[in-house]
């Protein structure tokens, strides 16, 4: 088969990024994303591209040989509600979405992969690309696998890239076990009886309540979670119904917490209920709890980590490729899938002078476009080895 000349295939890329970054779309609203990247599949001659796969999502099936093993490679499509600082040609022409997060880059990738791996084969089995909607709030990828995404396009184990602003480029990075948070967040809502500033006995009021209650859920990390296991509790907003001179009869806080492990994340719950209810109780309040589990964990899998260091070996300079030191409290939509089979979630770096993801003037580094599209192609044909 024709070889793709690798100069050729970045200037496509880098076309595909800008005009994928001109227009980005909100988390399920990816709709010319999504038509984009179908288009670019069936033009790369894949066997199957789906579309509309949990909402917005594409899958596109590759065969070659006769293997039955499959593999997956995800990207993620969606941008964010930011209003872009930009003086790019190429910057967002949707007012107040963006792609903050690099996802055009990760999707035009995940496109570079495809092209080469549709024309250079030199794999035997089934390459699958999960291009997955609204990552940013952690929904697309339950919404994938509720739409039939293991049982309609089964695969063995997955991989998936994040671009990292810090990290120069030509760099790669990852670890084995946790490398990103669980996301949790929760609503606590105080109810008692306000009244007159000035006769606060003739009330239950809650201000006074939620200050204790917030000082205490200090102690959910510090006194009730072992010190072994990395976790966060903050509280964000505190918000009541009373004004200067009347005092509230309801109060919530609301916060936000991280940990690497779904048993500290039911702790966590637990142990903040326990709290809110004994506040309640000694306040003369009432005490509602609403938790939700927004993300879960990301933990690699070791052997997966090995075969990822092996193939980035192919790709980046060796003195390029190290170890994450530790993981990381933010939280990735990708570990979803890791729930089905086992998978490995890496770094590349977007350069030292990147602005950090989610800010109003990040964009996505160009010259990580090949690393990325590379990687793909290497853990494939490693995986699916001829
Ligand atoms: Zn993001
Ligand atoms: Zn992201």
Redesign the pocket.
């Known amino acids: 088969m024709a070889e793709i000349d690798r100069d050729v295939l970045k200037l496509e890329m880098t076309g595909w990024r800008h005009d994928l970054h001109a227009h980005p779309e909100f988390g399920f609203q990816e709709e010319r994303t999504a038509a984009f990247v179908a288009a670019k599949l069936r033009e790369f001659g894949l066997d199957d591209v789906a579309e509309g796969v949990g909402g917005t999502g594409v899958v596109g099936t590759l065969k070659r040989g006769s293997g039955n093993r499959a593999i997956a490679l995800r990207a993620?499509m969606d941008a964010l509600r930011i209003s872009e600082q930009s003086a790019a040609p190429y910057r967002s022409g949707n007012p107040g979405i963006m792609h903050a997060?690099?996802?055009d880059g990760h999707t035009a990738m995940l496109l570079g992969a495809a092209k080469l791996l549709a024309e250079e084969g030199g794999f035997d089995g089934i390459v699958r690309f999960i291009f997955q909607p609204a990552?940013?709030w952690g929904k697309g990828a339950l919404a994938m696998l509720d739409d039939g995404l293991m049982q309609r396009f089964p695969f063995d184990e997955i991989f998936g890239l994040?671009n990292m602003p810090g990290l120069p480029i030509g760099h790669f990075e990852t670890r084995v076990g946790s490398v990103m948070s669980a996301e949790d967040i929760f609503e606590i809502v105080l109810r008692g009886l306000g009244g007159h500033a000035a006769r606060p006995h003739s009330g239950h009021e809650t201000l006074v309540a939620a200050c204790a209650l917030v000082t205490n859920l200090q102690t959910i990390v510090s006194r009730r979670l072992s010190p072994a296991d990395i976790s966060v509790v903050s509280v964000t907003e505190l918000i009541t119904d009373g004004t200067r001179n009347a005092l509230p009869g309801l109060a919530r806080i609301l916060g936000d917490a991280r940990s690497f492990r779904s048993e500290v994340s039911a702790e966590i719950e637990c142990q903040m209920r326990i709290i809110a209810e004994g506040i309640a109780t000694a306040y003369n309040v009432a005490a509602e709890v609403n938790y939700t589990r927004e993300f879960v964990p990301l933990r690699n899998d070791a052997e997966l980590v090995d075969a990822a260091f092996a193939a980035a070996g192919t790709v980046f300079e060796r003195g390029n490729i190290a170890v994450a030191r530790e993981p990381m409290t933010a939280s990735e939509d990708f570990a979803r899938f890791l729930d089905h089979v086992p998978g490995c979630f890496v770094f590349l770096g977007n350069g030292e002078a990147s602005a950090p993801?989610h800010n109003s003037s990040y964009d996505f580094n160009d010259d990580g476009l090949l690393f990325g599209a590379n990687f793909h192609v290497a853990i494939a044909r490693q995986r699916l080895a001829t």
């Open positions: 993620d997060c690099g996802h990552e940013e994040h993801l």
